[in-house]
């Protein structure tokens, strides 16, 4: 290992207190692309999450957050093992998921749910609502009788604020809203202990993106729920985290209580994020300092050497260029990647 990727390493940042349910320690995602093919070519490495470690308590919601193509759902999609992490560590509720076999990893999969970003899509066009929520109950076994389990699915609707009617349903005789809602009550089956939201109101309408964020929140209180909420609207992910992650070309910037990174963000580019947030008074909007980053986000296909924020940032010096940052605390519970720090 070279001495910088050692620098690089770290252990995943602690939850602030009580039992940690998930622990992702250095998580590494590498894609190969191109090659082969009618037309050739070279094939280049793309390096969608590289080094990722964080930790989450039960009961408590994680937000990630971060630009489009910065590897946060890729890091979403590791931790459900939808896909396999290059190198590092999952470890749910005690046992390291990377390690498991595909029939130990499905008695695990019942505890570990997702809400997908697009509730059309990630419904099956052909089955009802009904349907859909019945079929997994079936698979693991959680209800037996028939009887029993379209009770229960109607229990479940009733949970996620559906109609008993809509039981009979398909996805295109729904709105946007009860799609979701059908996505909620299919994870809620499982008896998830985590449950991955990526990006689950961005395709939603303002007014009722409100009412699916209210309900995630009832639904935590009344199971006891932990959430890793992927979203890249940081009004979003204020209302609803405990605590926030923010990610930039794979790599987290920093991390740690909401209440702290929205008041005093430590990293250059949680605060260039912050300060492109609309805000509702137009005195503070006109008056408030804000920070335009030059440049475009790179490639992971060719990420920058150093700290990979350095091309983009305001108060880079020439030892960034080659020193990759490790996430370390810079003050009690908050932690972030700079050397300037």
Do not use: W
């Not at 070519?41 to 193509?69: M, N, P, W």
């Not at 398909?170 to 009860?178: F, M, N, T």
């Not at 910037?253 to 430590?266: G, N, Q």
């Not at 880079?316 to 009690?332: D, F, N, W």
Request: net charge neutral; hydrophobic share 40%; charged share 20%.
């Amino acid at each position: 290992m070279s001495a910088a990727a050692a620098h690089s390493r770290t252990d995943a940042v602690p939850a602030q207190s009580g039992e940690i349910i998930l622990e992702v320690r250095n998580l590494v995602k590498h894609f190969h692309v191109g090659g082969g093919g009618l037309l050739g070519g070279h094939s280049a490495v793309a390096k969608a999450v590289d080094g990722v470690s964080l930790s989450i308590r039960r009961g408590e919601t994680l937000g990630l957050v971060g630009e489009s193509g910065c590897g946060k759902t890729t890091t979403g999609r590791c931790i459900l093992m939808l896909e396999r992490p290059t190198s590092g560590q999952v470890i749910f509720e005690g046992r390291d998921l990377t390690t498991l076999a595909p029939a130990e990893l499905r008695a695990v999969r019942r505890k570990i749910q997702v809400i997908f970003q697009d509730p059309y899509s990630s419904l099956n066009p052909r089955m009802t609502v009904e349907q859909m929520i019945a079929e997994p109950i079936a698979v693991h076994g959680i209800v037996r009788e028939r009887k029993a389990r379209n009770e229960r699915v109607q229990e479940l609707l009733s949970v996620a604020g559906l109609l008993p009617a809509m039981a009979d349903r398909y996805p295109h005789e729904l709105s946007g809203g009860q799609r979701q809602r059908v996505g909620i009550a299919r994870a809620l089956a499982m008896e998830p202990s985590l449950i991955v939201c990526d990006e689950p109101v961005s395709a939603l309408d303002v007014s009722i993106q409100a009412q699916i964020i209210t309900l995630l929140e009832d639904l935590q209180d009344r199971f006891n729920l932990t959430y890793l909420f992927v979203a890249h609207d940081l009004s979003v992910v204020r209302h609803v985290s405990d605590r926030v992650a923010v990610m930039y070309l794979g790599k987290i910037a920093e991390i740690t209580d909401r209440a702290s990174l929205y008041a005093e963000p430590l990293h250059p580019y949680t605060k260039a994020l912050l300060s492109a947030v609309p805000i509702p008074d137009p005195v503070v909007e006109a008056t408030r300092e804000r920070t335009v980053l030059r440049g475009e986000v790179p490639s992971p296909l060719n990420p920058p050497s150093g700290c990979v924020f350095h091309p983009r940032c305001p108060i880079a010096i020439e030892e960034c260029k080659r020193v990759i940052p490790s996430l370390k605390e810079v003050r009690p519970g908050h932690y972030a990647a700079c050397i300037r720090l």
